[in-house]
């Protein structure tokens, strides 16, 4: 086994084939990856994963390297990012085909894990592949699978999860169905490559489109002096309806990011995954704006910013609406601000105060993450404060 890409899905996956008792290589063009890993390490923040990786290298199954060991089953795990313009960079899922290519044999599996555009297992892998004198599908088999885990339960949703694989032919879907069902506990379910990708992009958009349907109804609610929360549950108690929940705006590296890939193969025809997508994206200025309008009428505003992660429990502040929404009001010098997420213990751009310390001392209060500590504040610390909640949790 050889896994190319050692950071949230492909070394969880790596030390969870080791621990099935496969011989694992890993491999990472970070060398500052390879020596932590090899050492028993981790560089990432996952429960369960260190010990998993401790035991997998102290038992020899698993190691790292800086380039592709020769193997029977081949994963890519790489990132695929988004570029400033909204379109796919696929340059490392390419790096990682070419890494390989020449220590693929015949006979063996390879197998595309990112996310990615429709098309990009053929067009990319594939491709690669053939450039070196394979022949995919006939000699090599190549497919796609895509992980759907959810950060914080990465090793259980791994095994119980269902698996959507995906070959370039039916030869590659049969090889590629085989390997995962050797470790999944969940169903294992066969198609092409190009429905495999579009699966993940369709789960991620459509999660993208039905927050912002909750976001654009929280906006509307504010114009019209109703509350979204109790809408929303008056709503859902009709059988066939069920509104998620608006927030401060979608992040993560996922949700955020794979509706572009839909949208940048056919603009003229994604045009609702577009307009969600930018609906999310404006929220932070909005609630900004909101901000800006209650401190307009106070005199040197202090306010309680809960909150910095994007989403609850986590310690997780990359691409989050929090993180931007407090930036934002630090530039536009709303007010003085107290931050609080008890999730970190510093933040190079603000000062993080304990939460009691904040409640004690604001006079607006915005809550942005709807962490398990801020639900139990008791209400009397609430009175008498202006309240933004974009997570509806002080209902
Ligand atoms: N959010 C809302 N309202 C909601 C639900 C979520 O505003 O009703 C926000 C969250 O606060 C957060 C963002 O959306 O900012 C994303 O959070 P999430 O918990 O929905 O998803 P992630 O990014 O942690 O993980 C997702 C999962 N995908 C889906 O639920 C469809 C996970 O299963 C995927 O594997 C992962 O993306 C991925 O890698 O694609």
Same mark, same amino acid.
């Given at each position: 086994?050889?896994?190319?890409?050692?950071?949230?899905?492909?070394?969880?996956?790596?030390?969870?084939?080791?621990?099935?008792?496969?011989?694992?290589?890993?491999?990472?063009?970070?060398?500052?990856?390879?020596?932590?890993?090899?050492?028993?390490?981790?560089?990432?923040?996952?429960?369960?994963?260190?010990?998993?990786?401790?035991?997998?290298?102290?038992?020899?199954?698993?190691?790292?390297?800086?380039?592709?060991?020769?193997?029977?089953?081949?994963?890519?795990?790489?990132?695929?990012?988004?570029?400033?313009?909204?379109?796919?960079?696929?340059?490392?899922?390419?790096?990682?085909?070419?890494?390989?290519?020449?220590?693929?044999?015949?006979?063996?599996?390879?197998?595309?894990?990112?996310?990615?555009?429709?098309?990009?297992?053929?067009?990319?892998?594939?491709?690669?592949?053939?450039?070196?004198?394979?022949?995919?599908?006939?000699?090599?088999?190549?497919?796609?699978?895509?992980?759907?885990?959810?950060?914080?339960?990465? #090793? +259980? /949703?791994?095994?119980?999860? =269902?698996?959507?694989?995906?070959?370039? %032919?039916?030869? @590659?879907?049969?090889? &590629?169905? !085989?390997?995962?069902?050797?470790?999944?506990?969940?169903?294992?379910?066969?198609?092409?490559?190009?429905?495999?990708?579009?699966?993940? #992009? +369709? /789960?991620?958009?459509?999660? =993208?489109?039905?927050?912002?349907?909750? %976001?654009?109804? @929280?906006?509307?609610? &504010?114009? !019209?002096?109703?509350?979204?929360?109790?809408?929303?549950?008056?709503?859902?108690?009709?059988?066939?309806?069920?509104?998620?929940?608006?927030?401060?705006?979608?992040?993560?590296?996922?949700?955020?990011?794979?509706?572009?890939?839909?949208?940048?193969?056919?603009?003229?025809?994604?045009?609702?995954?577009?307009?969600?997508?930018?609906?999310?994206?404006?929220?932070?200025?909005?609630?900004?704006?909101?901000?800006?309008?209650?401190?307009?009428?106070?005199?040197?505003?202090?306010?309680?910013?809960?909150?910095?992660?994007?989403?609850?429990?986590?310690?997780?502040?990359?691409?989050?609406?929090?993180?931007?929404?407090?930036?934002?009001?630090?530039?536009?010098?709303?007010?003085?601000?107290?931050?609080?997420?008890?999730?970190?213990?510093?933040?190079?751009?603000?000062?993080?105060?304990?939460?009691?310390?904040?409640?004690?001392?604001?006079?607006?209060?915005?809550?942005?993450?709807?962490?398990?500590?801020?639900?139990?504040?008791?209400?009397?610390?609430?009175?008498?404060?202006?309240?933004?909640?974009?997570?509806?949790?002080?209902?």
């Amino acid at each position: 086994m050889c896994v190319v890409g050692l950071g949230y899905i492909g070394l969880p996956t790596a030390s969870l084939l080791a621990s099935r008792g496969f011989s694992v290589a890993g491999v990472d063009t970070s060398a500052a990856v390879v020596a932590t890993i090899n050492q028993g390490r981790i560089h990432i923040v996952e429960p369960d994963l260190e010990s998993f990786v401790q035991s997998a290298v102290h038992g020899a199954r698993l190691r790292a390297h800086l380039t592709p060991q020769p193997s029977d089953v081949f994963v890519i795990a790489v990132p695929t990012p988004i570029r400033a313009d909204k379109k796919p960079d696929l340059s490392m899922v390419e790096a990682a085909a070419r890494a390989i290519a020449p220590v693929v044999r015949a006979g063996n599996l390879v197998i595309l894990e990112s996310t990615s555009p429709v098309g990009t297992t053929e067009e990319v892998v594939a491709r690669v592949l053939a450039e070196h004198g394979h022949k995919p599908g006939e000699d090599v088999f190549v497919a796609y699978c895509p992980e759907r885990v959810l950060p914080g339960r990465i #090793l +259980t /949703e791994l095994v119980e999860n =269902d698996r959507v694989v995906g070959g370039i %032919n039916p030869a @590659s879907t049969e090889r &590629a169905v !085989e390997f995962y069902q050797a470790f999944v506990r969940g169903e294992v379910l066969a198609t092409d490559a190009r429905t495999a990708e579009m699966v993940k #992009l +369709t /789960e991620n958009s459509f999660r =993208d489109v039905n927050i912002a349907f909750a %976001n654009e109804l @929280s906006m509307l609610c &504010a114009r !019209e002096g109703v509350s979204v929360w109790e809408l929303i549950r008056l709503a859902n108690r009709h059988p066939r309806v069920k509104i998620l929940n608006p927030g401060p705006g979608v992040g993560g590296h996922c949700i955020a990011v794979d509706p572009w890939f839909l949208v940048d193969r056919a603009p003229e025809l994604a045009r609702l995954i577009r307009t969600a997508r930018e609906v999310n994206d404006a929220k932070p200025h909005w609630v900004v704006q909101r901000v800006q309008q209650c401190a307009a009428k106070l005199r040197d505003p202090v306010i309680a910013c809960l909150g910095l992660s994007f989403k609850a429990d986590v310690d997780d502040l990359r691409e989050s609406p929090a993180v931007e929404i407090v930036h934002a009001l630090q530039a536009l010098r709303v007010g003085r601000l107290l931050v609080v997420e008890p999730h970190v213990k510093s933040h190079p751009d603000f000062e993080i105060v304990p939460l009691e310390t904040a409640l004690a001392q604001a006079d607006i209060v915005l809550v942005l993450v709807d962490h398990k500590r801020f639900k139990r504040v008791p209400r009397e610390a609430l009175q008498e404060k202006i309240l933004i909640d974009t997570r509806g949790i002080y209902l």
